[in-house]
């Protein structure tokens, strides 16, 4: 599917994308989402564009990433995607801007898209009059839906890190809470590691325009270079919150060990409780026929006295060491 958008009184609207009349006439973007094997050439053959293959969009060198060919700047990062859901995801996006005209070619929805296109299609704004200013746009929209998510993590970790340092005793409700902090604490370092390698890859592309020569870089050199500043506090920021997972990760494994050490522990206080009474009982259960305490009165009682005086004296020494 291929969207278009045209510039009228500040705003972006969509047009038609019926190839059978489209030209690049007062278009300043177009969304290439899915598109067919079709619709792609039919719009590099209007644009005069070489769009990268999906395979191509994966390439980690940033050779195959970053680069002019044709008066076309070729620019692919990467981008999070359903960052409030459970399974968040990574995919390539890749930026071509060419006369003043953006094409953007996609295979996932990310949220960054939808929110700029709200904004731009309501509000009149005099940021845009090119597919260069709609990039810049689309990059101001991911850099802050990055942030958001960052802010989102950061709470998340606040209140677990909360919980987790609260914790006060052991049974096995606390001990099944640890184990759903242990994965929310897991969900939110994976996140994380997603916006970093987001916040890389938007690094290198502005790193890239920076660089480069060009006619953008002389126009909004400032603006390039506020974003780059942006991207480098959140990735500090993104660096932060991956130590604070790594210390809540082990924190909360480090209660865990705690609980289940209580647990061995019980097991061997019991063991060492039971053993001289199992001593004292083996003793007196033998099959020996001259044994003095069979024949006496109180040989039973005493028995049994010896046994319940040889398992409190173990335990009271454990407490008075403050083993238990």
């Known amino acids: 599917m291929i969207k278009t958008y045209k510039k009228k009184d500040g705003k972006l609207y969509e047009g038609e994308a019926d190839f059978s009349t489209l030209t690049k006439k007062d278009i300043i973007w177009f969304d290439m989402i899915s598109p067919d094997a079709a619709e792609e050439r039919n719009l590099e053959a209007i644009l005069g564009i070489d769009a990268p293959t999906?395979?191509?969009?994966?390439?980690?060198?940033?050779?195959?990433?970053?680069?002019?060919?044709?008066?076309?700047?070729?620019?692919?990062?990467?981008?999070?995607?359903?960052?409030?859901?459970?399974?968040?995801?990574?995919?390539?996006?890749?930026?071509?801007?060419?006369?003043?005209?953006?094409?953007?070619l996609r295979y996932s929805d990310p949220k960054a898209f939808t929110l700029f296109l709200n904004r731009a299609s309501r509000i009149p704004s005099s940021k845009i009059e090119d597919g260069f200013?709609?990039?810049?746009?689309?990059?101001?929209?991911?850099i802050d839906r990055l942030s958001d998510s960052l802010e989102m993590i950061?709470?998340?970790?606040?209140?677990?890190?909360?919980?987790?340092?609260?914790?006060?005793?052991?049974?096995?409700?606390?001990?099944?809470?640890?184990?759903?902090?242990?994965?929310?604490?897991?969900?939110?370092?994976?996140?994380?590691?997603?916006?970093?390698?987001?916040?890389?890859?938007?690094?290198?592309?502005?790193?890239?325009?920076?660089?480069?020569?060009?006619?953008?870089?002389?126009?909004?050199?400032e603006v390039l270079d506020t974003y780059a500043k942006d991207i480098s506090s959140l990735s500090e920021h993104a660096t932060y919150i991956s130590n604070k997972v790594n210390l809540l990760l082990d924190a909360t494994l480090g209660l865990i060990n705690i609980e289940q050490n209580a647990i061995i522990k019980i097991f061997s206080v019991a063991a060492v409780v039971f053993l001289p009474p199992t001593l004292i009982a083996s003793i007196y259960g033998m099959n020996y026929k001259y044994m003095p305490e069979l024949d006496w009165l109180f040989g039973y009682p005493f028995a049994i006295g010896l046994m319940i005086v040889s398992a409190i004296l173990p335990f009271c020494y454990f407490k008075y060491r403050r083993w238990l």
């Open 133 to 142: 200013q709609v990039f810049l746009g689309l990059m101001e929209a991911v």
């Open 54 to 104: 999906p395979k191509e969009m994966q390439e980690l060198e940033a050779s195959s990433r970053l680069y002019a060919e044709g008066g076309a700047i070729y620019l692919t990062t990467t981008l999070v995607t359903q960052a409030d859901s459970e399974n968040p995801q990574t995919k390539s996006v890749t930026f071509i801007v060419k006369d003043k005209v953006l094409v953007t």
């Open 154 to 221: 950061g709470k998340n970790l606040d209140e677990t890190s909360h919980i987790v340092f609260q914790n006060n005793g052991f049974d096995e409700e606390k001990n099944n809470d640890l184990q759903n902090i242990l994965k929310n604490i897991g969900r939110q370092g994976d996140l994380n590691g997603k916006i970093r390698e987001s916040l890389l890859s938007l690094s290198r592309v502005f790193s890239y325009l920076l660089m480069v020569g060009s006619e953008h870089k002389a126009k909004h050199k």
